[in-house]
């Protein structure tokens, strides 16, 4: 099993958050700077996430110089994959590609190869056998994650046979298929004691995880179940609200999430949540940057530029370390 990437170094470089200056808005240009660079999105200001995430994008692409093309697809995979045909035509020194769907993105990757534009990767990683395609990846270390969502599992657990559900992300993303294989291999090895019953895709939305949660409840037998692990905090706020449906008692379960969003933290405050995985916004735009800005420069990279996996649970939610800024 792969282990979580997050050492004190890392964490201090998480905190490092430069003053942000400049506004995100979809299909702009931050700076006049002498490289060109195409961001290849699947949110923007559309989304909470989105919204902070360019607001450090545009900073940091200002002060490195870097002239900013940014598009945002929606989560569509075809309009991605008409986007990069723009980018890859417009001849760029560089794309920035945040995938929309994993599963689609080779062609995009080996046009921008034929064409000799290095392409970073952002947020959410390619699939492995994409990867000698980019020039490097920036971002959550997103197996990392359902690690740490495991491990908080784990310790509340504490050798007690449990049964939990579980509400996966997108069907097909990247960051969903991470966010599940590491949690599934950590309760495999540290906690055995500790059984998935059933699992769907809640698709990263509050709705759709309260419904297929719900339909789980059913199949399996409400009294049956000790906990749920919900690869997002918006997917566990729908969690929990269908367990509140059903009349369990939520404080009683064992929940945990990854996110620590505007919408996770007050919830893991107030006891509803257990646990829950920090990840930065601003972060995440900020060294989508830097990372462009070292191959831009020809510098050699040292593996992948990974977030860490900061966990938060009742003893250091409040801590203004881990406040949430989406």
């Known amino acids: 099993m792969r282990s979580p990437r997050t050492t004190t170094a890392a964490l201090a470089l998480l905190f490092a958050a430069s003053a942000l200056s400049a506004c995100g808005t979809d299909s702009s240009s931050a700076s006049d700077g002498d490289k060109n660079v195409y961001a290849l999105l699947p949110q923007g200001t559309d989304q909470p996430y989105g919204t902070e995430y360019l607001k450090a994008m545009n900073a940091e692409a200002e002060k490195e110089g870097i002239s900013l093309t940014i598009t945002n697809s ?4 075809d309009k991605q994959a008409s986007d990069c045909q723009v980018a890859v ?13 994993a599963d689609t993105v080779r062609p995009c990757l080996e046009r921008a ?8 990767i952002t947020n959410s990683d390619v699939k492995e056998e994409d990867k ?5 990846y920036s971002g959550p270390d997103t197996y990392g994650q359902g690690v740490s969502s495991a491990e908080i599992m784990c310790e509340l657990a504490d050798g007690q046979d449990i049964n939990i559900l579980q509400v996966e ?3 097909g993303n990247t960051t969903a298929i991470d966010r ?7 309760i495999a090895e540290n906690c055995p ?4 019953v059933a699992s ?10 309260q419904t297929v949660t719900s339909e789980m409840l059913t199949a399996t037998g409400a009294d049956n179940i000790q906990g749920i692990y919900a690869a997002d905090d918006t997917m566990v706020a729908g969690a929990i609200d269908a367990l509140s449906s059903q009349g369990l008692d939520v404080e009683e379960m064992l929940i945990t999430s990854i996110g620590n969003t505007m919408l996770g933290n007050p919830l893991v405050v107030s006891g509803l949540l257990d646990g829950t995985v920090f990840q930065s916004s601003e972060w995440d735009g900020r060294n989508a940057i830097t990372l462009a800005a070292k191959v831009l420069a020809g510098e050699e990279l040292d593996g992948d530029l990974f977030m860490p996996s900061v966990k938060v649970t009742a003893a250091n939610a409040s801590d203004p370390e881990v406040a949430p800024n989406w």
Request: hydrophobic share 40%.
């Open 74 to 77: 929606q989560y569509d995979a």
């Open 89 to 101: 035509a417009a001849q760029p020194d560089l794309i920035i590609l945040w995938p929309a769907v």
């Open 113 to 120: 190869r034929a064409a000799d534009i290095p392409v970073t």
């Open 132 to 136: 000698s395609l980019t020039a490097g």
């Open 169 to 171: 992300g997108l069907t």
């Open 180 to 186: 599940k294989a590491g949690f599934e291999d950590t």
């Open 193 to 196: 004691n500790v059984t998935i």
């Open 200 to 209: 769907q895709p809640g698709d990263w939305n509050k709705d759709d995880s």
